[in-house]
Nanobody, 122 residues
């Protein structure tokens, strides 16, 4: 059974930084794409960033390019999201996700965590 547990969310001022982490368990994920999504109040869930199994393939939403960095540690079954230069519009619940074997970091994604709240104050 796949389990994803996010951590690292919180309240930060605009221009600040946060680092989200996701611990995955239930299988070996080194062949799976992993990613981050977010959902703001009243909006649909949207893709933020994805990373291929080896870590070499990266993909970002235009809204976070140059500010967010996704990384993974296959030995620890973790995926991280370093968020810099945060803006109030980045406020959302952030979800970790796991894709399909040998899948693209663009998706599709099959498993989801429970989410962690990120709030950016102006």
């Amino acid at each position: 059974q796949v389990q994803l547990v996010e951590s690292g969310g919180g309240l930060v001022q605009a221009g600040g930084s946060l680092r989200l982490s996701c611990a995955a368990s239930g299988r070996t994920f080194s062949n799976y794409a992993m990613g981050w999504f977010r959902q703001a109040p009243g909006k649909e869930r949207e893709f933020v960033a994805g990373i291929g199994g080896s870590g070499a393939s990266l993909y970002y939403a235009d809204s976070v390019k140059g500010r967010f960095t996704i990384s993974r540690d296959n030995a620890k079954n973790t995926v991280n999201l370093q968020m810099n230069s945060l803006k109030p519009e980045d406020t959302a619940v952030y979800y970790c996700a796991v894709g399909t074997p040998l899948g693209s970091p663009k998706g599709p994604y099959a498993y989801w965590g429970q989410g962690t709240q990120v709030t950016v104050s102006s």
